[in-house]
């Protein structure tokens, strides 16, 4: 008889199935119900300190459930044209890759080191010259159309940085897990945008008097191959898409944009998910209703209107449209991982952004949130853009330890500090970024 090969199970397969029992069966965390935290047997702290390398001075602090960060991030390079060679794939059909956070520092996020989130393949053989945008739908006067050329020389440009982030944007942390590209930390970006208005150009047509919602068609086609099969078409409500930030954008950095990033004109309604943000734009429609377009429907880019159970069953009528993106931050230096040689001060920053909103307050903490200090946080260079922060902490003495980031909104607004809410799809995940130092 053939002996049946035993079927080894990842770390992060166990987690997702149940994180507390992995927590159980992998470091015999035994459960506290009066400090709602676990404490780990000294067998199962062991084993943690081997893989970690180190002693874990804040162990009893660790929250339940948390795979510890080197292990928790974690992804194969993928090389895509353009991009750094460090951005890990998710899925190569369509394509759809982020980026890890210590390539996010720069205060401008660099069209190399940009995440690709797409639905369908990019359009073939794009010829700007003969591009052409037309604004149309039930609730304008005139339908109108313009080239590039046209849209260059009638409108006044205007260069905003602006975030685009994706709305699953770690999905990879929720349990029961969630179905879709397992983003981590890396589906945001900021970079700069040239273009005109999008209600300069949208006035042109004549709004009527029952216009609610834009929305977009773009050029890109279905991974099906049928051109009659629309891949995504969303949108947002007209007073979003009258905003002053709100552009047609031919530019990116100063150059034109890249092809995998919507060449050569998309939109961008920053601090929305960026699947409003629509690339290869080559239609956009002024509606009386909310749109009802592909991925605009159903469950797509919608959370349950209340909290609801993990793992519940949520009828497609108690689903709300996500609008403005949540409260949250990025730690882009150091990278995770670090070994640092004795217990000396230790310089941290990254980013901070919180949607339609801007970010008060920033603070860190290495004691898995038990205590929180604050750090520097500077203003937006504009409105929709992240805001640079930087701190320092001191680690009290050899041994593994997680710096947490956690951004406050001006509406007092906090990130959770491990999970917020679930909800089916996995969208909307802002709890705190955390890196692994290991001081020697």
């Known amino acids: 008889m053939k002996k049946s090969k035993k079927h080894e199970r990842g770390l992060h397969e166990l987690y997702r199935e149940d994180p507390l029992k992995a927590d159980r069966e992998i470091w015999g965390r035994i459960a506290d119900p009066i400090s709602r935290r676990g404490f780990l047997r000294k067998s199962g702290l062991l084993t ?38 460090e951005l890990s794939i998710l899925n190569d059909r369509p394509i759809n890759a982020e980026t890890p956070p210590h390539l996010l520092d720069d205060p401008i996020t660099p069209a190399a080191r940009m ?38 020389s009638e409108f006044k440009h ?7 982030e994706c709305g699953g944007n770690g999905r990879s942390e929720f349990y029961p897990p969630a179905s879709g590209n397992q983003w981590t930390t890396g589906a945001i970006a900021c970079p700069t945008w040239t273009g005109a208005k999008l209600g300069d150009v949208l006035r042109v047509a004549d709004i009527r008097q029952d216009a609610v919602y834009v929305a977009y068609y773009g050029a890109d086609r279905h991974l099906s191959g049928d051109p009659d099969k629309t891949v995504i078409s969303r949108g947002v409500p007209l007073e979003k898409a009258l905003e002053n930030e709100s552009l047609i954008a031919w530019a990116m950095n100063g150059e034109d944009i890249p092809p995998l990033h919507g060449a050569p004109m998309r939109m961008v309604t920053a ?6 943000c629509g690339k290869w734009v080559k239609r956009i429609v002024i509606r009386n209703q909310v749109h009802d377009g592909p991925k605009m429907t159903g469950k797509s880019y919608r959370v349950p209107c209340n909290p609801v159970e993990p793992g519940a069953k949520v009828a497609d009528s108690d689903f709300c449209i996500i609008e403005s993106m949540p409260v949250k931050s990025l730690i882009t230096y150091p990278r995770s991982g670090l070994q640092l040689a004795g217990t000396k001060q230790l310089q941290v920053r990254g980013h901070a952004w919180a949607g339609d909103l801007a970010v008060k307050a920033m603070q860190i903490s290495i004691d898995f949130g038990a205590s929180w200090q604050s750090c520097e946080l500077k203003p937006a260079r504009n409105r929709l853009a ?8 001191q680690f009290p003495q050899k041994g593994y330890y997680e710096i947490w980031a956690r951004a406050t909104d001006d509406q007092g607004t906090r990130q959770p500090m491990v999970m917020p809410g679930w909800n ?17």
């Open 115 to 152: 995440f690709v989130r797409n639905n369908g393949l990019p359009p073939e053989a794009v010829n700007p010259a003969n591009w052409t945008l037309t604004i149309g739908g039930e609730s304008v006067e005139r339908e109108v159309t313009f080239s590039l050329a046209e849209l260059k």
């Open 386 to 393: 992240w805001q640079q922060w930087r701190g320092s902490v």
């Open 271 to 276: 601090g929305w998910p960026g699947s409003t």
């Open 158 to 164: 205007h260069t905003l940085q602006l975030q685009l």
């Open 48 to 85: 943690m300190m081997g893989i970690l390398g180190a002693e874990i001075p804040f162990a009893q602090l660790m929250p339940e459930g948390l795979i510890p960060a080197p292990l928790a991030y974690a992804n194969e390079p993928f090389v895509i044209p353009g991009k750094h060679p």
């Open 424 to 440: 089916p799809k996995g969208y909307l995940n802002n709890a705190c970024h955390r890196i692994a130092v290991k001081v020697v």
